[in-house]
């Protein structure tokens, strides 16, 4: 069984910049496409990026491409989203996700990943 679990959610004020972290359970970590997507209430699940078993490929939404950027460390397990000039707008609860796929595949281009986190909540003040 995998387990995702988020941290470093929190309160932020509108230009700053929050790192979050998803720690992963589970021997086979370093094989998976890990994604991060967000969700803010009355939307519905937004993607936000994805990166390969390597980290040697990344893909964004074009909308936070060049203030998001994901990085993986798979000694720990742990897969990162480090979000910088926060806006408003950037307010929701971010879920990080793995699928043992690889990143150009078909499901998980379409964000059906097999493993979900529980989320953590990001709010940005103006």
């Known amino acids: 069984q995998v387990q995702l679990v988020e941290s470093g959610g929190g309160l932020m004020q509108a230009g700053g910049s929050l790192r979050l972290s998803c720690a992963v359970s589970?021997?086979?970590?370093?094989?998976?496409?890990m994604g991060w997507f967000r969700q803010a209430p009355g939307k519905e699940r937004e993607f936000v990026g994805a990166i390969n078993w390597s980290g040697s490929r990344r893909a964004y939404s074009d909308s936070m491409k060049g203030r998001f950027t994901i990085s993986r460390d798979n000694a720990k397990n742990t897969v990162y989203l480090q979000m910088n000039s926060l806006k408003p707008e950037d307010t929701a609860a971010y879920y990080c996700?793995?699928?043992?796929?690889?990143?150009?595949?078909?499901?998980?281009?379409?964000?059906?990943?097999?493993?979900w986190g529980q989320g953590t909540q990001v709010t940005v003040s103006s």
């Open positions: 996700a793995a699928d043992p796929r690889d990143i150009t595949s078909g499901r998980v281009s379409r964000g059906e990943y097999d493993y």
């Open positions: 589970g021997r086979t970590f370093s094989s998976y496409t």
